[in-house]
């Protein structure tokens, strides 16, 4: 029980000491915190639209989050997600409205194994080169981050847009991913939809594979330990190669939430910097796979929230409070811990 | 098409364009070196070019704008620094919030301030400078490469020959050791930061002027090319000098191209595909500073 | 007159670990003052906190009869103390120059002044006899070198009191004696020597005044002229009865291990082993002895088939060594390489082991049988606590060694390497892997030992290879040699039996 109260001590700490700053920021431009914190708070919480509107943008964060914290279970590092939802999102886009005539208990499907793919392939080149070459995964996958962009811009702008648009033909309708107020009624309006299903599996899958596993177990040697890995003959390369193809293909499916699931079609900067987000993700909930839904629900609310208050201050506040939290809760782990050393010793 | 390359205009452009990487890739030598990895350079560059534009806007003067720029780029490192030598939070994570920071200020004070979320108003730029002795002299004429060539001379020296860079090379390398002969770690580190975050203020600085005004976004990955380049010219100042005027002869040969066969998106690639190809080792190993990237503690105070 | 005086300090670290228990220490000005005690005794940290890298948490210090707060080794340095550490403190990509001066530079117009610290160093390894060429990098020097620039850089902050940490722990019986000369110089120079270590006949040939440390505690102070080995003994292990198993002889051999002509090449493509060839057979121990660093971790990589040999032939029961073969394997270095610190005592026991089909159930690890097996395993080899839920950090060296043991015996392989499976460890928990080891061999099992510990390898082992640069050129019949004939080859000053 302790335990738990410790680490949520940390970023709790955090939440508050960023709202707080952001309370000055928003004083400091002449507007009153309490009234913005205020419509940030009804706006996203106070409603089942904006509630939606939410869980919507947290669903890609829970993919991202995933695919972090899976590849840090095997001691990498990969700030890669975001290039690799880029890829996975256009291949799962070109198949869905590619492959118009299926229906859509094989098209579904086969567009989430398409982002899958994708997303594997991205991560398996940083992974491939860790493991052939040695090369640090760390500046890879940000160099295909840069790539993946450059790579979407010109399959969109130079063989599969629209003319004068940056996205492509609409995908098939069997493909789409419904939304919950077409199937349930709840969260009318808001763009909330089965992909959020996806992202519930995948995490369950995520808990399975890692703690259940012997493949699992040789990850979180890896991750812990290398030089014990190399020593119980753990096929190391192949783990690494593995763990960066998993993680990218966790990440490439993150894609389908925006395109099956809400504008039905590949647009760039669709995904709006979701991978790195993921990595605040995956660090505040410490790695484990529940916790990421929460966390990112909670990054949910301030993406949202931004949109929310957006007349009143500029949207960005909500970045800088992302930013702040992050700072914060890397600082005040260590924090908590000298305090709890401290506390143990006198006690 | 060839003959283009051989020109005076062509060996400017190469050397306007390495301006941005080599200041932020000096910084990262010196933040290195010292054991901490500073992935959020490229915030500090965009921090560094917007505070740059707002100092220069308000005053009209160049200078105060660089003191401005200088100034950003000082206290995001000292972000960083606290986060990471103080705190010992990790170094990767901390650089990635603080380029999400900078994104996030920039645009917010650039709508309250010049009321657009993409520009802002025009500035001066280093056209104004007229150094005595040197404008008559090509190249050196322009004063921030002068600046970098004195500043890579400078850091030659101090990383091979002065006291602080044995220290800052000891302290990258073995912490411990350092610190078992009464050398404050965790003081070297600070200063090893701060340099980084004053060498990538300045290049934001150059970004501003360049462009006479603060655009979103403007830094466009420069920070992470600096970041490369440094470590393809293993750690060294010499050798982060060299990559980068070989990721900026790149880019211009790319502008050369631009409007031919060659799709512009490939040729963006271009320095990121590089750089993955020269970090697999094509072109040398290149090893990081033993203790790069670790916090340092000593468990027992 | 006292040099040292240490009163009542105590220490406790972070996990309620009490390290020092209200120590009292006096060192007279000009001795060799041994400080003996088993591992985890408090000898470390003691000395650590003269050097002011830790603070005490009680207690008081006085140097040459003045009260001292030592807060930082700067503080001990101004003070004229210094310390070489068990794991050196130094920088392996810059010169032995540079590391002599680093923290106490001397300058010339803002620059390094080279010429003038040149200068001083060469005038201290004149006087002090002690040679090594300063342009080298240290990454290039043997570690018997690497202790002199250690010392060198004490004597170049003009150190008066200096603290050596287990100096001999990686040192041949040669390197050893020319250090043991060099404390003599030193000694006679005035400078007043604490000597950590547990190894009881150096301190009785060195040393002029012993501390016994035992569990944080002083338990005995004398002059070293009254003591004898015996009775230093009996004060550091206390009145612990060790059991010792025998070595049965086996009668039925068969070929286990045969290593024939086999080159390995190090992580820089040097080859470390260089056509080297043994064989050992169904109950015997074959030790190998070595300075480190001349190939038997190479070779130990090889023959467990973490690292392929470029050359050569492995065969284990007649069959070419593979990947699968899944030999038991105690490694070196066990917080590097045997164990995973965040892993459980459970998880831990079945690393390297997770897909046998002991554990199995579907395509999932079966946590009940992973259970029974570890608190088996718990009990059978005494891991202390009884608790196999815990994270093995939380357990003493000696108690994580035993895991790694009753782990890799346990695996069934009819080969057994163990390298340096006691370092580190206490007696008790020392005695514990010899006659676990003991046990195995005479069930049968082929056992190859690599140890720096040449009491160890004469007592254990049937045989005795020597390792050198690479090669192994001559193997003794234990009974048939002794520590100083090992040395002898183990430095490369004999190469041939003849």
Redesign the interface.
């Known amino acids: 029980m302790n335990k738990v109260i410790y680490s949520i001590l940390g970023p709790l700490a955090a939440i508050i000491i960023a709202l707080f700053i952001g309370a000055i920021i928003i004083s400091l431009i002449g507007k009153d915190p309490v009234e913005v914190y205020g419509v940030l708070f009804y706006g996203t919480l106070g409603n089942s639209y904006g509630i939606g509107q939410v869980l919507f943008k947290a669903t890609p964060l829970i993919f991202t989050g995933l695919s972090v914290a899976f590849a840090f279970k095997a001691g990498l590092f990969n700030i890669g997600a975001e290039g690799q939802m880029i890829i996975g999102g256009f291949a799962a886009a070109w198949t869905g409205f590619t492959f118009v005539t299926l229906p859509w208990i094989i098209l579904i499907p086969l567009t989430i194994i398409a982002a899958f793919v994708g997303g594997a392939l991205w991560g398996f080149i940083a992974g491939y080169l860790k493991a052939k070459y040695g090369s640090h995964e760390v500046i890879n996958t940000i160099m295909l981050n840069f790539i993946a962009a450059a790579l979407a811009s010109y399959l969109v702008n130079e063989i599969y847009g629209i003319p004068a648009t940056i996205h492509t033909p609409e995908v098939s309708g069997s493909s789409f991913l419904l939304r919950f107020d077409a199937i349930t009624g709840l969260f009318p309006g808001s763009p909330f939809n089965t992909s959020f299903l996806a992202a519930i599996l995948c995490t369950i899958i995520f808990y399975f594979i890692i703690n259940r596993t012997p493949f699992g177990y040789q990850i979180r040697t890896l991750g812990l330990n290398k030089n014990a890995a190399e020593y119980a003959r753990m096929k190391i390369k192949k783990l690494v190669v593995l763990s960066m193809l998993i993680s990218g293909g966790i990440a490439g499916i993150g894609s389908i939430n925006f395109i099956f699931g809400y504008k039905h079609y590949y647009e760039l900067g669709f995904s709006e910097g979701a991978g790195y987000i993921g990595i605040a993700v995956a660090l505040i909930a410490r790695n484990n796979p529940f916790a990421i839904i929460i966390t990112a629900f909670f990054f949910g609310i301030l993406e949202y929230g931004g949109l929310t208050i957006n007349t009143m201050v500029p949207k960005e506040l909500v970045t800088i409070l992302q930013a702040l939290l992050i700072i914060l809760v890397i600082t005040f782990v260590r924090i908590i811990d000298v305090l709890k050393i401290k506390f143990l010793k006198s006690a | 098409m060839i003959e283009n390359i051989f020109t005076y205009a062509f060996l400017l452009q190469t050397l306007r364009i390495s301006v941005p990487y080599f200041l932020p890739s000096l910084g990262a030598a010196y933040s290195e070196k010292g054991g901490v990895v500073n ?1 959020g350079l490229e915030g500090i560059l965009l921090t560094g070019a917007f505070f740059t534009t707002l100092g220069t806007y308000y005053t009209q003067n160049i200078w105060i704008g660089i003191l401005c720029g200088l100034t950003a780029g000082f206290l995001i490192a000292l ?1 960083h620094g ?2 990471t030598i103080t ?4 170094q ?3 650089g ?6 900078a ?3 920039t ?2 004070l650039c ?2 301030i010049f009321n657009s ?1 993409s520009n802002s108003a025009r500035i001066p730029g280093l056209e104004t400078v007229n150094i005595p002795l040197l404008s008559s002299i090509p190249i050196l004429n322009n004063i921030f490469i002068t600046f970098c060539i004195i500043l890579l001379i400078l850091s030659q ?1 101090i990383f091979y ?3 602080f860079g ?2 800052l ?2 302290v990258g ?2 912490p ?8 404050n770690v965790l003081r070297i580190r600070y200063a090893g930061v701060l340099i980084s975050g004053l060498l990538a203020g300045l290049g934001g600085a150059w970004l501003a002027f360049d462009q006479h005004s603060f655009t979103d976004g403007m830094s466009a ?1 420069r920070g ?1 090319i600096a ?2 380049a440094m ?1 393809v010219g293993k750690w060294k100042p010499m050798g982060a000098a060299a990559a980068c005027l070989v990721f900026g002869f790149a880019e211009s040969i790319s502008i050369q191209f631009q409007g031919t066969a060659i ?1 512009t ?2 040729i ?2 271009l320095p ?2 590089l ?2 190809i020269i ?3 094509f072109i040398g190993k290149s090893t990081p500073p ?1 203790a790069d990237g670790i916090p340092y503690e ?1 468990t ?2 | 007159m006292l040099a040292v005086e240490m009163i009542a300090i105590t220490k406790t670290f972070a996990e309620k670990v009490i390290a020092n228990n209200s120590i009292s220490l006096s060192v007279k000005k000009g001795e060799v003052h041994a400080i003996v005690g088993e591992n985890g005794a408090g000898k470390s940290t003691l000395m650590n906190i003269l050097y002011g890298m830790y603070p005490p948490d009680k207690g008081k210090i006085q140097i040459n009869g003045n009260e001292e707060i030592i807060n930082s080794p700067a503080r001990a340095i101004q003070l004229k103390i210094g310390m070489v550490h068990q794991h050196f403190m130094l920088v392996p990509p810059l010169t032995v120059l540079e590391n002599i001066i680093l923290g106490s530079e001397p300058e010339k117009n803002l620059l390094l002044d080279f010429k003038k610290a040149k200068e001083r160093v060469s005038q201290i390894t004149s006087s002090f006899k002690i040679d090594v060429n300063l342009e080298t990098k240290i990454e290039n020097l043997p570690v018997g070198l690497q202790q002199r620039v250690e010392i060198l850089k004490l004597l170049y902050r003009n150190a008066e009191i200096l603290i050596l940490d287990e100096p001999t722990a990686v040192l041949t019986p040669q390197e050893t004696n020319e250090l043991f000369n060099t404390i003599d110089f030193l000694k006679s120079e005035g400078k007043t020597i604490i000597l950590i270590t547990h190894k009881l006949n150096e301190v009785k040939a060195i040393s002029d005044t012993i501390t016994v440390l035992r569990h944080g505690k002083v338990v005995g102070v004398t002059g070293t002229e009254n003591a004898t080995i015996e009775s230093i003994a009996r004060l550091m292990v206390g009145e612990d009865k060790i059991y010792e198993e025998k070595k049965a002889n086996i009668r039925e051999k068969k070929l286990i291990l045969e290593v024939k002509n086999v080159t390995v090449l190090n992580e820089n493509s040097v080859e470390a082993v260089k056509d080297v060839s043994f064989e050992i057979n169904s109950g015997e121990i074959l030790g190998i002895a070595g300075v480190e660093g001349n190939g038997q971790h190479e070779l130990v990589e090889a023959i467990s088939s973490i690292r392929k040999p470029a050359k050569g032939k492995i065969t284990l029961n007649n069959a070419e060594l593979k990947e699968e073969h899944n030999i038991a394997h105690i490694p070196a270095d066990r917080h590097r390489n045997g164990i995973v610190m965040d892993f459980s005592v459970a998880e831990n026991l079945i690393l390297g082991r997770e897909k046998e089909n002991l554990f199995k159930k579907d395509i999932t690890i079966d946590e009940s049988k992973v259970k029974t097996f570890a608190e088996k395993l718990v009990h059978e080899y005494d891991i202390r606590p009884v608790d196999i839920d815990i994270k093995i950090k939380s357990l003493s060296g000696g108690n994580q060694q035993k895991a790694v043991v009753a782990r890799e015996i346990t695996k069934n392989s009819d080969l057994i390497i163990a390298s340096h499976p006691t370092r580190g460890l206490d007696i008790k928990a020392a005695s514990f892997v010899h006659n676990a080891l003991i046990k195995e061999s005479d069930k049968g099992k082929a056992v190859l030992l690599v140890s720096s510990d040449l009491a160890e390898l004469l007592k254990l082992s049937d045989r005795i290879a020597v390792i050198y640069n690479g090669q192994i050129n001559v193997i003794f019949d234990a009974d048939k040699t002794n520590e100083y004939e090992l040395g002898l080859y183990m430095t490369g000053s004999k190469v041939k039996n003849e």
């Open positions: 992935i972000i606290i986060a705190f010992k939070a990790d990767i994570v901390s990635i919030a603080l380029n999400l920071f994104l996030g200020l645009k917010f709508r309250i979320s020296i020959r002065s006291k044995l220290r090379r000891a390398e073995n411990a050791a350092a610190d078992s002969l009464g050398i990955g992470f970041l490369a470590i799709p998106q490939f963006q690639m990121y595909i750089t993955i970090l697999a080792g033993a000593n027992n105070k």
